[in-house]
């Protein structure tokens, strides 16, 4: 039978679309990736102190291949984990977050907590992502404090408008942190304020890296903060990047390390997994991040600080 060009080009556009869901709902959204970021944020002289970043698990209680990929996860022997929020897409996912964890829940922790732990995700129109000021669309309630009751009994800390000290491999560490700013749940008066001078890292932590919320952090001199929440962009395209940030964040500090300010790093996790009803990554893979964080170099009085350099790898790792 006879078809026009027309009719041939878009078979093949269908064809092509077809494929590339495929490929992003079976494929990619299980290749999860381990990156690698070496950042130099500590006070000069430190010690190295390596940090698990692990965001947006929007754990689903069947999601085998996830949960065996998480757990393996405590062979790096991070000194400190550190959990951006959005754990939960399932009111019954909680015991399948905490075995994930397994033994990583034994090492020093900090959390706070993203919207997706406070409610369930729902369908939305994708377009919605482009308009920044659309409309939440809230699900039902999670059992979050059932999640935080949890990592809090097997000993990490919840930094949710909270200053916290503590000592890590030899590293003092004043970490504090905000509830999650897409919600605009944020209270930074409540931890607002120059951290401690004589700590090594000065640790910021959020879930959505809104601006308003980073240009606080860096006023208050903190060195480094870990956010999450974009998920990369979720869906790239190929030389250009993430097509949205789902905040106020601009696309080219999506993902990775980057700078804020004059003497704040950033660090965006694009996460472990997807909303149920967005089951697709493209360009993007799940992710966790093994941030090794050294000394910067040191300040010569009356110049400016001479910024270290910053370098990032990944490996692919499938597990079944």
Same mark, same amino acid.
């Given at each position: 039978?006879?078809?026009?060009?027309?009719?041939?080009?878009?078979?093949?556009?269908?064809?092509?679309?077809?494929?590339?869901?495929?490929?992003?709902?079976?494929?990619?959204?299980?290749?999860?990736?381990?990156?690698?970021?070496?950042?130099?944020?500590?006070?000069?002289?430190?010690?190295?102190?390596?940090?698990?970043?692990?965001?947006?698990?929007?754990?689903?209680?069947?999601?085998?291949?996830?949960?065996?990929?998480?757990?393996?996860?405590?062979?790096?022997?991070?000194?400190?984990?550190?959990?951006?929020?959005?754990?939960?897409?399932?009111?019954?996912?909680?015991?399948?977050?905490?075995?994930?964890?397994?033994?990583?829940?034994?090492?020093?922790?900090?959390?706070?907590?993203?919207?997706?732990?406070?409610?369930?995700?729902?369908?939305?129109?994708?377009?919605?992502?482009?308009?920044?000021?659309?409309?939440?669309?809230?699900?039902?309630?999670?059992?979050?404090?059932?999640?935080?009751?949890?990592?809090?009994?097997?000993?990490?800390?919840?930094?949710?408008?909270?200053?916290?000290?503590?000592?890590?491999?030899?590293?003092?560490?004043?970490?504090?942190?905000?509830?999650?700013?897409?919600?605009?749940?944020?209270?930074?008066?409540?931890? #607002?304020?120059?951290?401690?001078?004589?700590? !090594?890292?000065?640790? *910021?932590? =959020?879930? /959505?890296? $809104?601006?308003?919320? %980073?240009?606080?952090?860096?006023?208050?001199?903190?060195?480094?903060?870990?956010?999450?929440?974009?998920?990369?962009?979720?869906?790239?395209?190929?030389?250009?990047?993430?097509?949205?940030?789902?905040?106020?964040?601009?696309?080219?500090?999506?993902?990775?390390?980057?700078?804020?300010?004059?003497?704040?790093?950033?660090?965006?996790?694009?996460?472990?997994?997807?909303?149920?009803?967005?089951?697709?990554?493209?360009?993007?893979?799940?992710?966790?991040?093994?941030?090794?964080?050294?000394? #910067?170099?040191?300040?010569?009085?009356?110049? !400016?600080?001479?910024? *270290?350099? =910053?370098? /990032?790898? $990944?490996?692919?790792? %499938?597990?079944?």
């Amino acid at each position: 039978m006879f078809r026009s060009p027309l009719t041939r080009t878009a078979a093949g556009i269908a064809g092509a679309a077809a494929l590339g869901i495929g490929y992003a709902s079976l494929i990619e959204r299980n290749a999860f990736t381990l990156r690698e970021v070496t950042m130099p944020v500590l006070e000069p002289g430190t010690s190295a102190l390596r940090v698990l970043h692990i965001s947006d698990l929007h754990m689903m209680p069947g999601q085998r291949m996830k949960q065996n990929w998480l757990r393996e996860l405590d062979r790096l022997e991070p000194d400190l984990v550190v959990n951006t929020g959005d754990n939960l897409s399932h009111a019954r996912a909680v015991p399948a977050v905490v075995q994930s964890m397994g033994n990583l829940l034994s090492r020093p922790g900090l959390f706070v907590f993203g919207s997706n732990d406070y409610f369930a995700p729902k369908p939305k129109n994708p377009l919605k992502y482009f308009r920044k000021n659309h409309k939440r669309v809230l699900g039902d309630p999670l059992p979050w404090a059932d999640l935080r009751a949890a990592f809090s009994e097997r000993g990490w800390l919840d930094a949710t408008h909270t200053r916290r000290e503590l000592e890590v491999a030899g590293v003092r560490i004043a970490a504090a942190g905000v509830d999650d700013p897409h919600l605009k749940r944020d209270r930074y008066d409540t931890i #607002a304020g120059s951290p401690n001078p004589l700590a !090594d890292l000065r640790l *910021g932590i =959020t879930h /959505s890296p $809104e601006p308003r919320v %980073l240009d606080r952090f860096a006023d208050d001199g903190y060195d480094l903060v870990l956010a999450g929440h974009t998920h990369g962009g979720q869906l790239c395209l190929p030389f250009y990047g993430a097509l949205v940030t789902n905040c106020d964040l601009d696309r080219s500090r999506v993902k990775g390390p980057s700078q804020w300010g004059e003497h704040t790093q950033l660090h965006v996790s694009a996460g472990v997994g997807t909303s149920p009803w967005a089951p697709a990554r493209f360009c993007c893979r799940p992710e966790a991040t093994l941030l090794t964080l050294v000394a #910067a170099p040191r300040r010569d009085a009356g110049s !400016d600080v001479e910024q *270290g350099h =910053t370098s /990032s790898s $990944e490996h692919t790792i %499938l597990r079944g």
